[in-house]
């Protein structure tokens, strides 16, 4: 018989701010997994102070979460998995309802959750939440190693009402926009890697920024946001022409490579 257990995972790197939150907020799961890659912080001590389970990761050349993924989720015990990043608050009543879901008869396999997100430390309001693929069975999961990728999870999937009170992730990443333009450098290197091979001109220049802003700023109601709304949504598309424009550079730098060998 399966057992009805629930192990929450939690990637950390140098993740102080926010770890003794996030640890308080998942008490009452069977077992807290913290993967460390190699924090020069107080992250470990804080993890183990709260009687986690800390499993370590080597950092490396990685500049994303994602590599460490996979190894994470298979360093739990439950069959059962919640992945909340270090900047991340579960609600208690996303932990009853997780719970709850676990013990019906021919469940979903994996469900996609609510978060709520920030910006500029402004809790935003939109039509529609940004959902996550964070909890699952953890036999046979496996998470590409590619920053902004879901794992790949054996079995049925299904999304959690966004309209059901607090059922949430909440999201404590303030979102200035010195730390966007930060990680819009390091997230999109790390795509790049994704994309390889992919033929990007002018016409992906033009539209895939303009297509993000437009779903972000008028189909996602960050309209609704103001000022603070618009800006996001510019942050949004830029992130889409960086990302193609580091692919067409890619492209280029390998094809000058080749002609001077």
């Keep these: 018989m399966e057992k009805k257990e629930i192990s929450v995972v939690i990637n950390t790197y140098n993740a102080e701010k926010f770890l003794q939150r996030v640890l308080d907020s998942v008490k009452g799961f069977n077992e807290i997994v913290v993967c460390d890659m190699e924090s020069n912080d107080h992250t470990v001590e804080i993890a183990k102070r709260a009687g986690c389970k800390v499993v370590t990761f080597p950092k490396g050349n990685h500049t994303c979460a994602e590599p460490a993924r996979t190894f994470a989720i298979q360093s739990a015990s439950s069959p059962w998995v919640l992945v909340v990043d270090a900047d991340e608050l579960?609600?208690?009543?996303?932990?009853?309802?997780?719970?709850q879901h676990i013990n019906k008869p021919d469940c979903a396999r994996g469900l996609y959750i609510p978060r709520q997100n920030r910006f500029m430390n402004i809790l935003k309001k939109g039509f529609s939440k940004d959902y996550q693929l964070r909890f699952f069975i953890r036999e046979?999961?496996?998470?590409?190693?590619?920053?902004?990728?879901?794992?790949?999870?054996?079995?049925?999937?299904?999304?959690?009402?966004?309209?059901?009170?607090n059922v949430q992730l909440i999201h404590l990443a303030e979102n200035y926009l010195a730390d966007m333009l930060e990680k819009c450098n390091r997230y999109t290197t790390d795509e790049v890697l994704k994309k390889k091979g992919k033929n990007y001109g002018v016409g992906a220049l033009l539209f895939r920024p303009f297509w993000r802003f437009f779903k972000s700023y008028v189909m996602n109601g960050e309209i609704r946001n103001g000022i603070t709304g618009f800006i996001d949504s510019v942050m949004t598309g830029f992130y889409q022409f960086i990302l193609v424009a580091k692919v067409i550079e890619a492209k280029i730098k390998k094809q000058t490579e080749e002609e001077q060998e």
Excluded: A, K, M
């Design 140 to 165: 046979g999961t496996v998470w590409p190693p590619y920053v902004h990728t879901f794992p790949q999870v054996q079995g049925t999937l299904e999304h959690i009402d966004n309209h059901l009170h």
């Design 90 to 99: 579960v609600t208690p009543e996303l932990r009853t309802y997780l719970y």
